[in-house]
């Protein structure tokens, strides 16, 4: 019967009966009393007001009064609860014998620019249990036991206080079917156990772009506890993403920058439970929603060759005796800033973060002795700039008129400009014999750069501006492209130079010669990223005009497969030219190093339909550790890509690094490199 008929009969009967009693005390309060302590006949009403039988009438009719009030409120109460609020208190009652818990909800896939899926989702098989199983020490052993695990962790992933008592707790990853197929035939041994089916990341191309990528992890106590503290600074929550204990997120490379549409939104399961708050039965449910598709700028083929071409680049190092071992190469559209492809080497395979990582692999990715192989050499790498530098050092002599065109400087070999006591040795300790400007650009001589720099240092109205002109084309400055873990390089100043060799005497830390001698030739303190050389020659190739370097391209509509959301490129038109001539100078000497510097690079570009420009460098650390450097662009006549080139201890940029660029530029054209990398030059 319906609680609220019952209410409604029930208070009937009480007023009944309130009546009832009221018409019963009056009824006998009429015209006889007895009078039992006279002993006489009864007699009419009506005696002395100080009488028992008036008191004890009284007494009732008060008792009487009392008891109608409190059946009164009772039924009050009970037309209240039952009839007003009765919808109210059914909910207090549901919520008392239901819980609300939260499922994950898969993420979403990670595609290159053509659609290939470079991140999937890949169907897996979960043990999980109730917070209460971790009581039954039974069990608890026989799954330690068959999975290979110490008891106590078993224990401790199914007590798991950071999650509710009510949702199921994961117990182990990813598991084998042969060992759920053994827990199923062996149900009564691990009652209470659950197969539950779930996703994990999968890797179609294994390490491949691993850096640009990422990978994912179970939410930290640090995120959880930096989530809290901007919940609490910050009231209005809506649209952002709130994690839970034991929530998979993304923790490096795009799965990190792009969580908010990677990340889907958690279903929900009503249970029900018992006094003690032990789940007994789900009650109902509402599924996750997956996550958004995003698809990157990058070509699965150019990011294949940009991999390819780092080893390249490690074989040719180690075939000329140098202990190359690691570097990077990334290639970007000019006109719009788009990464095509971006690769570090050493890598890793982010499949080994599935699950939670080990401590084994933990050490062999981050130990002393690792290679650093989580380190993106492409954007955090920080080196010495070498040759590369030049184009912009020659732009600054034209701009400031430290050094003209025409003038030209007799390259000997030991450059004596501040005295014989300070001389220092071009690269060519032989000599280039006499060289302009575009000559000292194309042969990479020392000797004009060192003319150029002691110009600066004596200039006493624009003693820094080869530093002003670095910075105005991105040097010291972060590019801003979209993913975690950017550097920003270093660009050398006396002000820099006196803080930083806090420890130094007043005289060591003061700004000399040799520190401008230093960087305009790009060596000594100044450093730079791959990307940021890219960024420059891009800014070269295209008239001054720099796009900020990005790896988003679109988010995908889960309704119409379309893309939803795409990227703006944004310029930074930030070089401010002080000669259009200028530059156009220096596009044409950048040419000149390709087809002009030595017959063994230029040959490896005359076999292509397209002309090319760029300049090869070479970084030494502390003397020795010769980093190869290459960066460069094409077509000249309308550029499209820049390829930039980092082998560390690869030797000379013009020997380690050209096969590696020019594998990349034939993957862009299809024009596969014939010629010979027989023997080597020393080029810089």
Known sequence: MDAQLVVIIAGALLVLAIIGSLMFMRGYSGRFTFDTKSGTRPRASGGSSNSTDVSLKGRLTLLTGGVAVALSALVAKLWSMQMVSSDYYEKLAEENRTRTVTTPAPRGRILDRDGVPLVTNRATLQLAAYRDLANDTLIVRHLANLLGVPAIVVTRS????????????????????????????????????????????????????????????????????????????????????????????????????????????????????????????????????????????????????????????????????????????????????????????????????IGGVSQADWERLNGDNSGTPMVNRAISGQYMSASTIKALSALAALEYGTYSRGQSTNCVGWWTGLGESSGKWCYNHDGHGVQNLRQGIVNSCDSVFYDIGKAFYYDEKNSEGLQTLFSRWGLGVKTGIDLPGEAEGRVPTPEWKHDYFSNWSDGDRAWNPGDILNIIIGQGDILVTPLQMASVYAGIARGGTQFVPHIFHSAISQDSGQDAVRYTPKEHIRANLHDPDDLSFIQDALQGVIYEETESIAKHFRNMSVTVAGKTGTGQKNGKDDFAWFVAYAPVEDPKYVVAVLIEQGGFGGVAALPALRHVLGALYDEEDTASYEGSDRTR
Do not use: W
């Open 158 to 353: 199914i007590q798991d206080y950071a999650q509710s008592a009510q949702s199921l707790h994961t117990i182990a990853h990813d598991v084998r079917r042969s060992t759920v197929a053994y827990i199923q035939e062996h149900g009564l041994e691990f009652e209470g156990v659950e197969v539950v089916e779930g996703t994990v990341r999968s890797y179609p191309f294994g390490s491949l772009a691993s850096h640009v990528l990422g990978y994912t992890g179970t939410v930290t106590q640090e995120q959880l506890k930096a989530q809290k503290e901007r919940q609490e600074a910050e009231e209005n929550q809506e649209g952002k993403l709130i994690y839970m204990s034991g929530d998979i997120v993304g923790q490096a490379g795009v799965e990190y920058q792009y969580e908010n549409l990677l990340q889907g939104v958690r279903g929900e399961q009503t249970v029900r439970v018992d006094s003690t708050g032990s789940v007994i039965a789900l009650a109902g449910e509402v599924p996750g929603q997956a996550g958004s598709d995003i698809k990157l700028t990058i070509s699965l083929k150019i990011q294949q060759a940009c991999e390819e071409a780092i080893q390249l680049g490690i074989k040719t190092g180690i075939a000329t005796g140098n202990a190359a071992d690691a570097g990077a190469v990334l290639c970007m559209d000019c006109t719009n800033g788009e990464i095509l492809g971006l690769a570090s080497y050493p890598s890793f395979d982010p499949s080994v973060f």
